[in-house]
């Protein structure tokens, strides 16, 4: 629905005019941008169904913290083998699903079975794909053999791709979802809200809130609106940075602002003509001006990025100068590729503001190297399944918020659809390297490999920034992964 400029300004000024609503001692409202598509993270790539499960309805055998360091989830220890393959994990005690249904070894094991099928929308699978097999020795034991050294398989599987769940339960996951979590599902209001309430058997310290409210605005402005007039406790990410400034004036309110794992790009089909031609991926991004972006859309906050790497691991390496802005250079890269005149090409958008503001400026920028935009907006659910799934665009904007997650591009189907024998032999070097240094410096092969290759535009690391009533404590300044513990959240 359109709302006309005078009467939108008019709601707005009203809503900030409102006094900031009291908090609820029992109760916690977290207003986020996106709805899930569904609610398993297991089936679904989609970043805002880990914003809402991981750590409140579904839990890991390892977490990983709001630092970014791994610890005990469901499994309280583990062991390693001297030759990196058998994991021993030891499970927590008195553990059961929401249903009651005991958390044992045995739902590790199907766990992974379930992962491992060949049917599974699992869109981690590489997490899997080293286990040879998983032994339950006793219900509170569980042993992970895997058939090659992974370097990174303890951290993978503390990601909400690797949630357990219960056999019984597993196939409703996605509307109705049962875990182990500190907080049980309640309802689904689509298009509005999810409600989960305290789960009274949860192995952990009990939770302050009783009841928890996820809310869905993905509005910049209306976001603004809600947070001003108290109807969100905290906003999980605010859309329009440009308020940041006003928001931190209100001594109501309380504004953090940190980083994602959201490596954001401009994501090209390189199995599709013309970006099948490494000299038109170049000239693209030649002709994108980062910062420029990144003042324009993020107002300033954004780290620039050269590669699919996140600044904040110590194998990052700046390849920012790689295919450096110069849109001469990039016009004439374009005529040696026989488009002297440019062509034309779509842009597909999904909602996030980031990506939406974002695109109309590259689309301008493109426009000045000949390139012709056509911009299609899409909703998330669409995105998935034409862009995502079905390789159905020429370009596409977005940011991978999974950490570490380097590895997509050794993926011959994966919706980039790049393939480079080099760029797999550098990773391989990488998950099996059984020293820093040498993972390290073959991460910084791969990294390489990518910026030369011009295999998306690499823009900039997406920032996070999280308002709350002052009072309420516990959000995540940084997302190491996306997460919003409401076990961690509490009144001042």
Known sequence: MRVHNGLRAIMLACAFSTPLAAQVPEQVTLCMPLEPPLLDPTRGPAQAIRELTYGNIFETLVAIDRDGRLQPGLAESWKVSADGLVYDFKLRSGVSFHDGTPFTSFNVAYSVERAKRPESRNAQKWIFDPILRVDTPDPLSARIVLSRPTANFLYGLAWGDAVMVAKGSAAENATVPVG???????????????????????????PTFAKAIFRFISDPAVQVAAIKAGDCDALSNLAAPEAIP????????????????GKTILAMNNGKAPFDDVRVRRAIAMAIDRQQVIEGAMSGLGIPIGSHFSPSHPAYVDLTATNAYDPMKAKAMLAQAGFPNGFSATLKLPPPAYARRSGEIIAAMLQQIGVKITIEPLEFPQWLERVFRGKDYDLTLIAHTEPLDINIYARPDYYFQYRSPAFNAALNDAETATSDEARNAAYGRAQKRLADDAVNVFLFLLPKVTVTKAPLTGMWTNWPLPANPLAELSWK
């Open 246 to 261: 006003a928001l931190k004036r209100d001594p109501r309110l309380a504004v953090t602002t940190g980083y994602t794992e």
């Open 180 to 206: 182990t979590g500190p907080y049980k599902f309640s309802r689904w209001v689509r298009g509005e809200r999810v409600e989960l309430v305290v789960n009274d058997r949860w192995w952990g310290a009990k």
